[in-house]
């Protein structure tokens, strides 16, 4: 199963834009590129995913390089709700295979 | 209705009792999913059922037997679990072949 490799932590101030990095060296032609983000004492929640193209949502954007090896979700303007841990997932549907995560920090 | 309902909330059990997790969905999805996450750690996945058979086993003990008895219903079977398997048990569902999963909030499981 590809791999995902993402900071540990990150912080942002509310309503500034926040830029979450991902690497992804080891994808295949066929794995798409999945957000989902954890918020205290809840499941996953799906955020955003893509194949090749950069993707919009009401949620979030999501830049893919174009050797695929390496995305980047942006979250517009940060509010203290998104505070979270974000994952970048590799895969399929059937077998989505989560990384360690990134915990966003929002400050007020 | 986007949600998934999981039964207990919370579970407490012994290590020779017999218990079930439920999940339910009414969203219409026929691919549904058992995962577990441990404090501070990732989900990992543990099964996938689709169309009501179960398609991966992520080659998990023989103590965790899951049953989706309809399109709506997924069950966890627990039997002599130990004090590792304490967890956060998570479900999720999808519609079959779109990459979007809706998880539940998941059981707070510790086996004593």
């Known amino acids: 199963d590809a791999k995902t490799t993402q900071p540990n932590s990150m912080e942002s101030n509310e309503e500034e834009p926040v830029h979450l990095p991902c690497n992804h060296s080891?994808?295949?032609?066929?794995?798409?590129i999945h957000w989902y983000r954890q918020l205290p004492s809840q499941g996953p929640e799906y955020v955003i995913h893509?194949?090749?193209s950069n993707v919009n949502n009401r949620m979030a954007s999501l830049a893919i390089a174009e050797d695929r090896k390496s995305s980047t979700l942006i979250l517009h303007r940060a509010t203290l709700r998104d505070a979270a841990v974000y994952y970048c997932?590799?895969?399929?549907?059937?077998?989505?295979?989560f990384g360690s995560g990134t915990r966003l920090l929002v400050r007020p | 209705d986007t949600e998934v309902t999981q039964t207990p909330k919370h579970l407490v059990m012994g290590m020779t009792n017999k218990k079930s997790l439920k999940c339910e969905q009414h969203?219409?999805?026929?691919?549904m999913y058992w995962y577990k996450q441990k404090a501070k750690k990732p989900p990992e996945l543990m099964f996938v059922y689709s169309y009501e058979k179960l398609s991966i086993n992520e080659s998990v003990p023989s103590r965790f037997s899951p049953e989706c008895p309809n399109s709506s219903l997924l069950n966890l079977h627990l039997h002599a679990l130990q004090p590792e398997d304490s967890a956060l048990y998570l479900c999720a569902s999808s519609q079959v072949g779109q990459e979007k999963l809706f998880f539940g909030s998941g059981t707070q499981l510790s086996v004593l």
């Open positions: 893509g194949l090749t």
């Open positions: 969203m219409g999805h026929r691919a």
């Open positions: 997932i590799l895969g399929s549907s059937y077998k989505l295979i």
């Open positions: 080891t994808i295949s032609g066929t794995d798409y």
